[in-house]
């Protein structure tokens, strides 16, 4: 039971006869990375934004690439630090998209409560991270574009949504 093997009941059909830990639903995957790809692009616009405020559209990646590695920002932006810091709000958001997937498949009836609580969510994660490293993070981005952030991603998710289902 270790690897998946599909037998063929029809020429049309597989028949899952053992499984690697457990079946991965295809339409819940493709779903829920859908849903998370509208905030993902979102958030990035809004960063490339505040970057661009700030003489420089890749510094708040960079920030963030740099405080993961455990470095300090630098003024050259290294290629490989912006596309971490690229790579992991893009995750993070995506992961945002899961979550969100998932509790409407628990509960369709709460669309909008789910979005709002995973953007509050986003913005307390994100409050957290800012003070852990006050003085990276908190000097990019101020409370007001954390805010804005949570609130673009609590947006975004049932219209991502809409759009993934609408590819089914």
Known sequence: MIF????????????????????VQRERAVTAITTGAIPAAA????????????????????????????TSASREYA??????????????VLLCGVAYSWLVGEAPKHRAAWALAIG??????????????????ALVLTPGNIIAIGAVIA???????RFALSRL
């Open 4 to 23: 998946a093997i599909c037998a063929r009941a029809s020429p049309l059909e597989h028949v899952l006869t053992t499984a690697f830990l457990c079946a």
């Open 43 to 70: 958030t990035t616009g809004m960063l490339v934004g505040f970057g661009i405020r700030l003489g420089v559209p890749s510094r708040v990646f960079d920030v963030i690439g740099a405080t993961v590695l455990g």
């Open 79 to 92: 290629p490989s630090v912006v596309l971490l810091g690229v790579a992991l709000q893009l995750i993070a």
């Open 120 to 137: 509050a969510a986003s913005v307390a994660t994100m409050f957290l991270f800012a003070r852990a490293f006050a003085g990276t993070i």
């Open 155 to 161: 947006f975004t998710l049932p219209i991502g949504m």
